[in-house]
């Protein structure tokens, strides 16, 4: 009777006091590992029917550390790790914190942040920044289907104006499909993509001339998004975010002159005073340069009004 | 209690005293461990710095699309200066694609040599300096495996080689740990602003672009009791796990759960490097080293 109502007990015990160390796993991030070691070795006694603990012959667990006021603790202490000076120690733990605080700050400010983290990101971005531990724009979550996240293409059309799709050839992409070549080369194509969607195509067209100066023989360049499963059919339809035509100068660069997208009309399609017009001889470089784009001269530094 | 350390008997230290300390100082030691995140770290700098040799003319070159002028130009007329100009690197100094090379081929044998020397801290430090320098080359182009890349080998560069008992063992360890939580409750927290994480279509929307993907596993997905409990899975895991791995009674499952996540993911998004770089991370929470 006595022995039942000992193991009784000592079962009300070990509940309690794995239940305090899960308690204070939540609270303080790390396990009461003392309170888990009595729980352990009193569950073994229990089934050994041993009195005091018995280190097990093979301990799937890792090292247990003693408690602080235990002999066997100094002991350990004394001839284990090397350990740093306490001032030390509390210093590198200050820094712990305060990197990780600017750490969470940057990475939980990725979807949108407020004034106050814009503040203080901007105060301490030399150091995430040289130090590349900032998320700088990184999306962690994978997908959020934004249009970004679509595959791009890089397309070439041999006439200034393509005006259907026949008329343009795809420009092949490094690297294999899914790799990370091609990973690189896809996030190049989305942030130009993404700069003519935002009408910032003399931003765009600073990224794309190379590009437009290796395809020799194309006399206009886009950027369109290939529909998938996700995309429905008025994004599809939705015009290229970034078209262009190619202006190639004499010393071997070459301008770049936003095509603006087609705009809905009142006309039937094959309207024939549109079907008279021939497209290659539509005023690329007087009208779109005069009215519409924001053009850039690459070939010497941008000047103010061409900036946006 | 005062206990004495060994390395300096003039200091008495009451470190292990404080619950706070001892978590980042007294833990048990994981050289092993920590031993086989270089290793994997180190092969995945090589594949890093051997996915841009080929490449490293068009993207670095004088006449390249991201040659050092041309940024600066783009940086400028954008206005983006301020957001860029602390990305430090040598490889902004020169638009030459052999040098460039040169400098690949050095770093994937300065990550051989951080993999295979263990007397000093040298190859680690200058591995790491190369990777960071090479991602903050990368404007425009670098990616989340750039980031887990450069904080796990900035890290790794703290342990005291030659000493697995040594403190800076147990510190780098938990930096990487706690760097690791952070970044695993980052992703499943940010993944809840995005209605498809909700309604279930987030796993095929990952998988969808499939020009992007190196499998397409759009009709695997296609029937909704596939994708949607897939998509749940993939939100719950990492946020539950970033708290249930410190937890001893549910480390294993954790652990084990984040394994499954990052394979799970590595097939949907094709992100290979990152996650291989997640997984080679998640090493520090292996429940044989971890406390």
Same mark, same amino acid.
């Given at each position: ?29 790390? *396990? ?19 009195? &005091? ?9 890792? +090292? ?19 350990? *740093? ?12 914190? @305060? ?26 971005? +030399? ?49 294999? @499909? ?48 290939? *529909? ?18 190619? @202006? ?11 095509? +603006? ?6 006309? *039937? ?18 009208? +779109? ?6 053009? &850039? ?12 | ?17 404080? !619950? ?20 994997? /770290? ?32 783009? $940086? ?27 400098? /690949? ?12 020397? !263990?007397?000093? !801290? ?30 796990? /080998? ?58 992007? !993907? ?66 080679? $991370? ?10």
């Amino acid at each position: 009777m006595d022995g039942r109502r000992t193991g009784l007990v000592h079962a009300t015990v070990e509940v309690r006091t794995f239940s305090s160390g899960l308690i204070c796993c939540f609270l303080f991030g790390f *396990p009461q590992r003392p309170h888990f070691l009595r729980f352990r070795l009193a569950k073994q006694n229990r089934a050994t029917g041993a009195t &005091k603990p018995a280190k097990p012959a093979t301990d799937p667990l890792p +090292p247990i550390p003693l408690r602080a006021d235990s002999p066997q603790f100094e002991l350990q202490v004394s001839n284990g790790p090397s350990l *740093p000076s306490p001032a030390m120690a509390w210093g590198i733990s200050t820094i712990i914190v @305060v990197h990780f605080f600017l750490v969470g700050l940057s990475y939980f400010s990725t979807v949108a942040s407020s004034s106050t983290q814009n503040l203080m990101l901007g105060t301490v971005r +030399p150091y995430l920044g040289i130090t590349h531990f900032d998320a700088d724009g990184v999306t962690f979550c994978f997908a959020t289907s934004d249009r970004s996240e679509k595959n791009h293409l890089l397309q070439q059309s041999s006439k200034s104006r393509g005006e259907t799709e026949d008329d343009w050839t795809m420009v092949e992409s490094p690297g294999m @499909v899914g790799g990370d070549r091609q990973r690189r080369w896809q996030r190049f194509l989305a942030a130009v993509a993404e700069l003519g969607n935002n009408e910032q195509t003399a931003l765009a067209a600073w990224l794309v001339e190379p590009l437009a100066i290796a395809q020799s023989e194309a006399q206009s360049i886009r950027i369109t998004r290939e *529909p998938d499963l996700m995309t429905t059919v008025v994004d599809d339809a939705a015009a290229p975010p970034y078209a262009a035509a190619i @202006v190639r100068q004499d010393d071997g660069s070459a301008r770049l002159v936003q095509v +603006p997208p087609p705009r809905l009309a009142a006309e *039937p399609i094959g309207n024939a005073l549109l079907e008279k017009t021939p497209v290659d001889s539509a005023p690329v470089e007087s009208a +779109p340069v005069e009215s519409a784009p924001v053009d &850039k001269a690459p070939v010497d530094r941008p000047t103010g009004e061409n900036r946006e | 209690m005062r206990i004495v350390s060994n390395t300096s008997d003039s200091a008495p230290q009451t470190i292990t005293t404080s !619950r706070w300390l001892s978590f980042w100082f007294c833990d048990a030691p994981g050289g092993a461990s920590l031993f086989a995140i270089r290793a994997g /770290l180190s092969l995945i700098a090589c594949w890093y710095f051997a996915s841009h040799f080929a490449d490293a003319g068009t993207w670095f070159s004088g006449t390249g699309l991201l040659a050092t002028e041309r940024l600066g130009d783009f $940086l400028d007329a954008g206005d983006l200066t301020d957001e860029a100009k602390w990305r430090i690197s040598p490889l902004y100094l020169t638009s030459s694609t052999v040098v460039v090379r040169i400098y /690949l081929t050095l770093g994937i044998l300065l990550a051989i040599a951080a993999m295979t020397i !263990r007397t000093s !801290r040298a190859p680690a430090i200058l591995l790491w300096l190369w990777c960071l320098w090479l991602a903050n080359r990368s404007l425009l182009i670098a990616g989340p495996e750039e980031l887990a890349l450069v904080f796990g /080998l900035a890290y790794l560069m703290i342990p005291r080689p030659n000493d697995a008992t040594h403190w800076t063992h147990v510190l780098a360890r938990r930096l990487l740990q706690v760097h690791l939580t952070l970044l695993l409750a980052a992703t499943g927290l940010t993944m809840l602003s995005s209605e498809i994480w909700w309604d279930g279509t987030g796993a095929v929307s990952i998988a969808a672009p499939i020009g992007r !993907r190196v499998i397409d596993l759009t009709d695997l997905l296609a029937s909704p009791w596939i994708h949607e409990p897939l998509t749940h899975a993939v939100v719950i895991v990492p946020i539950a796990a970033a708290i249930m791995i410190w937890c001893q009674p549910t480390r294993k499952i954790a652990y084990f759960s984040l394994m499954l996540w990052c394979i799970a993911l590595a097939f949907l998004s094709s992100q290979w490097m990152y996650l291989a770089t997640m997984a080679v $991370l998640l090493q520090c929470f292996k429940p044989n080293h971890a406390k």
